[in-house]
T-cell receptor, first 114, second 111 residues
Framework: ETGVTQSPTHLIKTRGQQVTLRCSSQ?????VSWYQQALGQGPQFIFQYYREEENGRGNFPPRFSGLQFPNYSSELNVNALELDDSALYLCASTLRDGGQETQYFGPGTRLLVL | KQEVTQIPAALSVPEGENLVLNCSFT??????LQWFRQDPGKGLTSLLL?????REQTSGRLNASLDKSSGRSTLYIAASQPGDSATYLC??????????FGTGTRLKVLA
């Protein structure tokens, strides 16, 4: 049990629609990262938020955007969905403890774009 | 640019066998390396985290080693069991904020 939850667990959308995925992490985990995992691949970094601001971004277009809230929850928004956006979306929160950092992953949201 | 490779891509072994999964990375300037387990359709479960200053970590039947100079890590699983069947992912953190993942090794342990 990582203490990181995601909703919904599964989602079906059609091409061109918009989607919002949610993540809730533990108190004190002030960094959240989002990853996209296509079938048969390793997770790919989308972006990270630290104290409610984007702190780094992978190779994803601007239609992927995010928000982080003071209550340690966050959102991933994807506009103008494409078929290739079908994937498992994972969020991970980071705990910094005594100079060490550990990422805790949520169970993921599986998105299917038709 | 950091790249992570895992070999083999798939592995099938009889129950009870000891096995080694390999992970290699191109940039030795890493912050830490983490091994994860992923069951089909599920999220990631962290198995072992090795900081850059460490050489190995152990948890139960699992032992992970890290050799930064050669850009390699191995995950050793002793006395494998059917419940160990899953995909094992290696991830390297080399920047300030993200992990770079390999594509994983799909392990099947036969009863």
């Amino acid at each position: 049990e990582t203490g990181v939850t995601q909703s919904p667990t599964h989602l079906i959308k059609t091409r061109g629609q918009q989607v919002t995925l949610r993540c809730s992490s533990q108190s004190g985990h002030n960094t959240v990262s989002w990853y996209q995992q296509a079938l048969g691949q390793g997770p790919q970094f989308i972006f990270q938020y630290y104290r409610e601001e984007e702190n780094g971004r992978g190779n994803f277009p601007p239609r992927f955007s995010g928000l982080q809230f003071p209550n340690y929850s966050s959102e991933l928004n994807v506009n103008a969905l494409e078929l290739d956006d079908s994937a498992l979306y994972l969020c991970a929160s980071t705990l910094r403890d005594g100079g060490q950092e550990t990422q805790y992953f949520g169970p993921g949201t599986r998105l299917l774009v038709l | 640019k950091q790249e992570v490779t895992q070999i083999p891509a798939a592995l099938s072994v009889p129950e009870g066998e000891n096995l080694v999964l390999n992970c290699s990375f191109t940039d030795s300037a890493i912050y830490n390396l983490q091994w994860f387990r992923q069951d089909p359709g599920k999220g990631l479960t962290s198995l072992l985290l090795i900081q850059s200053s460490q050489r190995e970590q152990t948890s139960g039947r699992l032992n992970a080693s890290l050799d930064k100079s050669s850009g390699r890590s191995t995950l050793y699983i002793a006395a494998s069991q059917p419940g160990d069947s899953a995909t094992y992912l290696c991830a390297v953190r080399s920047g300030t904020y993200k992990y770079i993942f390999g594509t994983g090794t799909r392990l099947k342990v036969l009863a």
